[in-house]
Nanobody, 116 residues
Framework: QVQLVESGGGLVQAGGSLTLSCAAS????????MGWYRQAPGKQRELVAA???????NYAESVKGRFTISRDNAKNTVSLQMNSLKPEDTAVYYC??????????WGQGTQVTVSS
């Protein structure tokens, strides 16, 4: 019912910046929380940042102060501004939404590679 498409991934050198965007389409009226997760090879998927419909945010400690999440409720989009990137940030980043309180939806993922 809700489709998520990420964009903005790529290759960047350590210390650089990158912005990820996610566009939701379909039955978007029920979207509650929007966020970003990431998964590196051999590691578990982890929460990077999330933002509620009212604007409250939370971040992983490893990215706090470097990443900023934002959303545009009118356009059904969520973005992640990533600054001061580190090689440890290399992963596939996934957009995620909570629909009401029962359902979730995932994007296909976008690769972020940070070289040293």
């Amino acid at each position: 019912q809700v489709q998520l498409v990420e964009s903005g991934g790529g290759l960047v050198q350590a210390g650089g910046s990158l912005t990820l965007s996610c566009a939701a389409s379909g039955s978007t009226v029920s979207i509650n929380r929007m966020g970003w997760y990431r998964q590196a090879p051999g590691k578990q998927r982890e929460l990077v940042a999330a933002i509620a419909s009212g604007g409250n945010t939370n971040y992983a400690e490893s990215v706090k102060g470097r990443f900023t999440i934002s959303r545009d409720n009118a356009k059904n989009t969520v973005s992640l501004q990533m600054n001061s990137l580190k090689p440890e940030d290399t992963a596939v980043y996934y957009c995620h939404v909570i629909l009401g309180s029962l359902f979730t939806s995932w994007g296909q993922g976008t690769q972020v590679t940070v070289s040293s």
